[in-house]
């Protein structure tokens, strides 16, 4: 997988539990963005693998043990209708993001945020290398708040292709549709949020694997340089964590200036090819 | 004397229409080189299966076939009296047998189209009564070149993008400096796709692969530029053009080519037009909303191909390597001019079929038959 620019993943040791890491992420970001906890209204948990993650263990009860309520508890956010969201593959979280917006801009109260979460990890066992990607189990968690100073919803574009609902059957036509469905959601995206793709300063990439973002920068003409693939080596691809990992890793080093327009671009089994379009 | 044909090929996909117009429009014996290997059968089967002749006796009495393989010494005709036989009577060759395959190594594909050229040659080199020599070419001898390209061209470096071209390019090289001793003219063809009147494919190559890759839904992308002339000819006005060449106003040492010219449709069009084709023969395939392939830079592609290579996904591969060997030539723009043919026959653009008149008839021809699996 070195050639398709994998170096390290990262899977959740024994002695860890993934909710922990769940309400770290979350707790990390109520903190940064001095958000109150009262103003969080709703919860949003997405997770894109398709497994129950409570077991029954002879307890049919442990099927409704449901982690977006666990975090609401936890975090203390009294105020939040909390819910959990799935079976968008990897672009669930974009999604989230997107129904959040569409929520807050539909609300007539100033002070309101949405937590959106993700929580993507791999039974134990199973094999890293799915689909020609090397995959982490990770956490992400961001607030969408109303008129926000950073990181400005700007568009959202989403081309669903549910005709690959059985993924395994149509593993081939898949790959076959995955460059040209690229291109296009990300040239209407572009397009649609009144944009060129020169005004867009960085493509934040999911990190399926560097050849394919090679091949997708030809077809959008678009400069490697412009794609910021520092982490698909180091962090490899989540399902749906990547590009709030990525995002969080950028600013951090000081690649993001005000006003950046940002492409983050990703495809989902389902399938669906979603693309958000912020302003930093 | 009647006019003795010798002809190579004519059970091939454009051989068998030209043979056919032979059987209908002249009194000429047919001498056919059937392929040892390849599909045949008695002159009756041959009659029906290939010409759509019945088997009237003056059609049966003027017909002889002999088996045989071109790539062979004497071309594999086994009795030598026979060979000796068809060197005292034959008046007219017409070397339609090829290997029209894009992916043979270069050896087999020169074995087929050079070394098999230069058995047909040297049998009419040795004919007594020849009077005219017939060789269907590709227009893709000219290989990598770009822009205008002549019919009394050849020779040139640009180099080929399959093993085809360059064994047909090669094949031609041969007969021209054969031109004194032997009366050839050449006839070079652009892509034949069918019959401008049912769709109807009799050989499936290339180009209808490309088609059935985005009916499956598996052409990611094609190397190109979107406005690519695509140039697309009938089999039937192919053989009609090749029959009033040949038989009605046959020049020697001259080379002539058949194709469709301006009015063709571009490499956007030819996907746009075949989405539109299967949706109007296969209601069922447009539930599943298939994107249409990308039209991407060379880099693209090959940076594709070789993901495919390195994921080692053995279907994808398969597909891809079927249009690597020829999705190239639709980065090499040509512009074939028709001096020599329109010389000849000047109202061929008045009869030409456009190819916009008739795509989508092929295409349902294609779905139809489920690729040639169905007759
Ligand atoms: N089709 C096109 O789009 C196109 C375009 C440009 C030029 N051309 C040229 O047009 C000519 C005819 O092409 P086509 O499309 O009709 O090809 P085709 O359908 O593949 O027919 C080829 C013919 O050659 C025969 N043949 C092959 N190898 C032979 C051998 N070793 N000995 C004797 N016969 C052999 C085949 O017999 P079996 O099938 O029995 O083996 C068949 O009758 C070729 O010279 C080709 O280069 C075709």
């Known amino acids: ?95 989230a993001i997107d129904l959040a917006d569409q929520l807050l801009s539909n609300s007539n109260t100033q002070q309101e945020s949405i937590l959106c979460a993700a929580v993507d990890a791999l039974p134990a066992g199973t094999k890293r290398e799915i689909m020609y990607n090397i995959m982490s189990d990770a956490t992400a968690a961001l607030v969408v708040t109303k008129n926000s100073e950073k990181n400005r919803i700007v568009y959202f574009h989403q081309e669903f292709q549910s005709y690959y609902w059985d993924t395994p059957q149509h593993e081939n036509e898949l790959l076959a549709s995955y460059f040209p469905m690229a291109q296009r959601t990300i040239e209407n995206a572009v397009k649609g949020a009144g944009l060129t793709m020169s005004d867009i300063k960085w493509f934040v990439p999911h990190n399926v694997s560097l050849r394919s973002w090679e091949i997708l920068s030809k077809l959008l003409h678009t400069p490697m340089e412009k794609i910021w693939s520092k982490n698909i080596s180091r962090v490899g691809h989540t399902v749906s964590c990547d590009h709030i990992i990525n995002l969080v890793d950028m600013d951090k080093d000081g690649y993001l200036k005000k006003g950046d327009y940002l492409a983050l671009f990703t495809f989902g089994f389902g399938a669906n090819w979603s693309c958000l379009i912020l302003q930093h | 004397m009647a006019q003795q044909i010798f002809i190579t090929g004519g059970t091939g996909m454009v051989g068998r229409e030209l043979v056919s117009l032979l059987f209908k429009n002249t009194q000429a014996n047919i001498y056919l080189l059937v392929h040892d290997k390849g599909s045949g059968g008695d002159k009756k089967t041959i009659l029906q299966s290939f010409f759509a002749l019945q088997n009237k006796k ?135 796709i069918g019959d401008s009147k049912t769709g109807k494919v009799s050989h499936f190559t290339a180009p209808h692969q490309a088609i059935r890759m985005m009916y499956l839904g598996l052409a990611s992308m094609f190397p190109g530029t979107p406005n690519y002339s695509v140039d697309l000819i009938s089999s039937d006005y192919t053989a009609s053009t090749l029959f009033n060449l040949f038989w009605n106003n046959f020049s020697p040492n001259k080379t002539f080519h058949i194709t469709h010219g301006s009015g063709s ?104 038959s489920k690729w040639g699996k169905i007759q």
Not at chain 1, 57 to 64: K, V
Not at chain 2, 293 to 319: C, H, T, W, Y
């Open chain 2, 58 to 192: 003056e059609f049966m009495e003027r017909l002889q076939i002999i088996k045989g393989d071109i790539t062979k010494q004497n071309m594999g005709v086994e009795s030598s009296s026979d060979y000796n036989d068809l060197l005292g009577k034959t008046t007219h060759i017409f070397h339609c047998a090829a290997s029209t395959r894009f992916d043979l190594p270069l050896g087999e594909a020169r074995q087929i189209n050079v070394t098999g050229t230069k058995n047909v040659a040297d049998f009419g080199q040795k004919c007594s009564n020849l009077k005219q020599f017939g060789f269907i070419s590709t227009a893709y001898v000219s290989g990598k070149r770009i822009g205008i390209i002549k019919e009394n061209e050849l020779e040139h470096e640009a180099g080929f993008v399959n093993t085809y071209e360059q064994s047909k390019y090669e094949a031609e090289v041969f007969l021209k400096n054969l031109a004194k001793s032997v009366p050839v003219a050449i006839y070079r063809l652009s892509t034949v």
């Open chain 2, 265 to 368: 449709l571009t490499l956007q069009e030819i996907i746009d037009e075949s989405f539109k084709g299967m949706a109007e023969a296969d209601s069922s395939w447009v539930e599943k909303n298939y994107p249409k392939p990308a039209i991407v830079s060379e880099e693209a592609f090959d940076l594709f191909m070789n993901s495919a290579v390195s994921a080692n996904n053995p279907v994808l591969k398969n597909v891809l390597s079927a249009l690597n060997h020829f999705a190239h030539q639709l980065l090499y723009p040509k512009n074939f001019f028709q001096n020599s043919l329109l010389a000849m026959l000047p109202d061929y653009k008045k009869h030409l079929p456009g190819i916009r008149d008739y795509y989508g008839k092929v295409i349902e021809y294609c779905i139809k």
């Open chain 1, 1 to 95: 997988m070195h050639d398709f620019g994998f170096r390290e993943c990262y899977v959740q040791s024994n002695n860890e539990s993934i909710e922990g890491l769940l309400l770290n992420s979350a707790e990390e970001v109520l903190r940064e963005n001095k958000t109150t906890g009262d103003s969080i209204t709703r919860i949003f948990l997405y997770s894109g693998i398709n497994s129950a993650n409570n077991q029954d263990e002879g307890n049919a009860l442990n099927l409704f043990r449901y982690p977006a309520a666990e975090l609401r508890h936890k975090l203390g956010l009294f105020n939040a209708n909390a819910i959990g969201l799935s079976q968008q593959g990897c672009s669930g979280l974009l999604s």
